[in-house]
């Protein structure tokens, strides 16, 4: 073309209004999914350049969201820190362009054809934990950010939440209510739900005469809810208060409780992580740790800024913060 691209050109091409294009490059609510990313592409092979960027044609981030969290329950958790990339993504100029992949599919042939039909400055993986296969494809990229997951071969740019402080915190709640038998409900472990698990050691080890118990319940799954339970009634263990790894976790333990007549917070306390709506939905609200996830989207814009504007640049993992949440599940337990 003689001339950049504007936006009366990508809406003639994709047969949609201008002020459709406009909304679905600034990452505006009311566009769809499909329509957005239509946009996006049509937009980059015209060359369309974004406000402020004269130089050069609008960069697209493609971003891979965990299709298994999301359809697991975890779909506040995760649309908060879409949120978070759409709204850093519109303010630094970049077309942000969203895939909800099944992580168990998500193979380097993917991002192959992907790149096939419409290349990408630089790609993030949501909530994905990168198989070997995967972090190889991805080392070569460079432009590369884990967004709720970290790298421990520090390979890539990652940020995600404070989940050590936050396991330590959830615990520590319990501990200062008068619990010295703790149990803690792990799920599937990721390197995020790990530190987790290692800040409820911590606060252990911390406090002398109490104790850990650590189960592991994949799924959440009300059968094992319901035999940690069980195993609670018939007095094989002797566990207070209990940290679970997330509040979906927490949320149905608390029903396993119930139907096997515990009360809650009466006779065992409960905390749960990561603050989704049903938490409040709780009768009494459930006691749990805050994670802002808006703050991890806009984090992960700016740590891939920093990754186009130099590939080469030393590798960085941010961590964000978590608070404790107030609730009615944790009750004061008398020290004998």
């Known amino acids: 073309m003689d001339r950049s691209a504007n936006q009366t050109d990508v809406a003639r091409a994709a047969g949609v209004s201008v002020s459709t294009v406009s909304r679905a490059l600034s990452n505006q609510p009311g566009i769809s999914e499909d329509v957005r990313v239509k946009i996006s592409k049509i937009a980059q092979e015209l060359g369309y350049r974004g406000r402020g ?27 908060a820190i879409v949120e978070g990339l759409n709204t850093a993504a519109a303010r630094a100029g970049l077309i942000l362009e969203i895939r909800l992949i ?61 989940n050590f402080y936050g396991g330590a915190l959830a615990t520590k709640m319990l501990i200062e209510a008068g619990h010295r038998s703790l149990l803690h409900v792990r799920d599937h472990l990721r390197p995020t739900t790990f530190q987790r ?89 459930l006691t749990t740790v805050r994670v802002d996830c808006q703050a991890i989207g806009a984090q992960a814009i700016a740590m891939m800024l920093r990754r186009l504007a130099d590939p080469d640049t030393g590798t960085v993992q941010a961590e964000c913060g978590v608070t404790a949440v107030a609730g009615g599940t944790i009750a004061q337990f008398a020290l004998i």
């Open 197 to 285: 698990h290692l800040g409820f050691q911590s606060a252990i080890a911390a406090t002398v005469g109490t104790q850990g118990i650590v189960v592991d319940a994949p799924d959440a799954g009300e059968t094992y809810m319901l035999d940690i339970v069980r195993q609670r009634k018939a007095q094989l263990t002797d566990w207070t208060g209990v940290y679970c790894v997330h509040d979906l976790a927490a949320i149905r333990l608390i029903h396993a409780l119930e139907a096997e007549g515990f009360r809650v917070p009466q006779d065992i306390s409960v905390v749960g992580f990561d603050d989704l709506p049903a938490a409040s939905m709780m009768s009494p609200r």
């Open 53 to 79: 960027d004269a130089g050069q044609a609008a960069k697209v981030i493609r971003a891979y969201v965990t299709g298994n969290a999301v359809t697991g329950g975890l779909v506040p958790f995760y649309s």
């Open 102 to 162: 099944q992580d168990r599919i998500l193979d380097p042939s993917r991002f192959d054809r992907d790149a096939e039909e419409a290349a990408a400055s630089g790609t993030m993986l949501v909530g994905i934990d990168p198989s070997p296969d995967i972090a190889s494809w991805l080392v070569a990229q460079k432009t590369v950010v884990l967004v709720n997951t970290f790298d421990p071969e520090m390979r890539f740019d990652c940020v995600g939440p404070n």
